[in-house]
């Protein structure tokens, strides 16, 4: 079946302008991470949806930094007035919680994010 | 609440010889634990998880980790490296519980000198 897909693989803004980016999970998983990853570093979680509860929002590094996730499935990351140091692979994951699957996540493959 | 240690950030082997990457956990409950690779300029995959079956768990590519709660471990290892192992690889734990989420070291990357 159809994995975990992001939109855009790569964006290229200038510094100041908001961007947007996409990710639809595999189709039925309740849970959605968004995650960091600049060069050379490790994941750096950002967001966690679980089904309808409150987001996770702990790892947001800044106000700047918002998600949303309608209907329980498809999931936007939004920067506003984006920063040089927001560079990074921005990443997307979703797992389905309880039953037999003990929470493996699946990653889709990224958003490159280059802030000129 | 759980937490995830990765010992070591860089790990170099030579090939043909053994592979250890450590990861040591904390979890108030019955641990999943996991292991994932991100080779480079790829994407991250699944290598193998350990779900309170057998402790020595078996995963692709010839790796295997063993889970020892008396130790709260759940190293990688490998009895011979290949050149195509070089890879990042990610430590995780998650414990059964319906709300917790997940939580990933911060990698070891490993290196296969020729």
């Known amino acids: 079946g159809a994995g975990v897909s992001q939109s855009p693989s790569n964006k290229v803004t200038e510094k100041g302008k908001d961007v947007e980016l996409r990710c639809d999970p595999i189709?039925?998983?309740?849970?959605l991470y968004w995650y960091r990853q600049s060069l050379g570093q490790g994941l750096e979680f950002l967001i966690y949806f679980q089904g309808n509860s409150a987001p996770d929002k702990s790892g947001l590094p800044s106000d700047r930094f918002s998600a949303e996730r309608t209907g329980g499935s498809v999931s936007t990351l939004t920067i506003q007035r984006t920063q040089q140091e927001d560079s990074a692979v921005y990443l997307c994951?979703?797992?389905?919680?309880?039953?037999?699957?003990?929470?493996?996540?699946?990653f889709g493959p990224g958003t490159r994010l280059t802030v000129l | 609440a759980q937490s995830v240690t990765q010992l070591d950030s860089h790990v170099s082997v030579s090939e043909g010889t053994p592979v250890l990457l450590r990861c040591n956990y904390s979890?108030?409950?019955?641990?999943?634990l996991f292991w994932y690779v991100q080779h480079p300029n790829k994407g991250l995959q699944l290598l193998l998880k350990?779900?309170?079956?057998?402790?020595l768990v078996k995963g692709i590519n010839g790796f295997e980790a063993e889970f020892k709660k008396s130790e709260t471990s759940f190293h990688l290892t490998k009895p011979s490296a290949h050149m195509s192992d070089a890879a990042e690889y990610f430590c995780?734990?998650?414990?059964?519980?319906?709300?917790?989420?997940?939580?990933f070291g911060k990698g070891t990357r490993l290196h296969i000198l020729p």
């Open positions: 350990y779900t309170s079956a057998a402790t």
């Open positions: 995780v734990v998650s414990d059964v519980n319906r709300d917790d989420k997940i939580i």
């Open positions: 979890s108030s409950y019955s641990p999943s």
């Open positions: 994951a979703s797992s389905l919680v309880g039953g037999r699957s003990y929470n493996e996540q699946f």
């Open positions: 189709s039925g998983h309740t849970a």
